[in-house]
């Protein structure tokens, strides 16, 4: 009995899964979506703001964003926190360009029309992953109102 605890041991150590590497759309798009769930509610009006967003910063046609979204709703439901996906976005930005994406969170979050609390709640954590300054948080977010107003 202890020889096959200890065989069992040893081969989960030395099986230690990789961890997930995502391409940068595949990141950005679930951060998105991660903004669309935090309400416990998926509204089209936010999933087509998602579809906007990564149709014109992603560069991607229809059916791209269509297979992107569908990947990051998979990775979101399976991830157990931020970290992969954060972890390439800090990766490939710079600092005015994660200010940016946490513009586009609030995009997303503005999109139905209200602000919930967890909305805002999932975006200062993100803001803090990314290394966003509050100042420039606080900014990013009066931008996103005054774009969602126009």
């Not at 791209?64 to 990766?91: C, G, M, P, T």
């Not at 513009?103 to 966003?132: C, M, N, P, Q, T």
Request: net charge negative; aromatic share 4%; charged share 25%.
């Amino acid at each position: 009995m202890l020889n096959h605890l200890k065989k069992l041991l040893q081969s989960a150590t030395t099986q230690v899964p990789k961890p997930l590497e995502l391409e940068f759309n595949t990141a950005l798009a679930a951060l998105l979506v991660e903004v669309m769930r935090a309400d416990g509610k998926t509204l089209a009006s936010e999933q087509d703001k998602i579809r906007d967003i990564l149709t014109s910063r992603c560069q991607l046609a229809a059916q791209q964003v269509e297979r992107l979204l569908s990947q990051a709703q998979q990775h979101v439901e399976h991830a157990i926190d931020l970290y992969a996906f954060v972890k390439q976005i800090n990766r490939q930005t710079s600092d005015i360009e994660r200010i940016e994406i946490i513009e586009l969170l609030w995009l997303v979050a503005f999109a139905d029309g209200h602000l919930d609390s967890h909305e805002d709640h999932i975006i200062r954590k993100i803001s803090g992953l990314l290394y966003v300054a509050h100042v420039d948080f606080i900014a990013a977010k009066i931008a996103a109102q005054e774009a969602m107003e126009e």
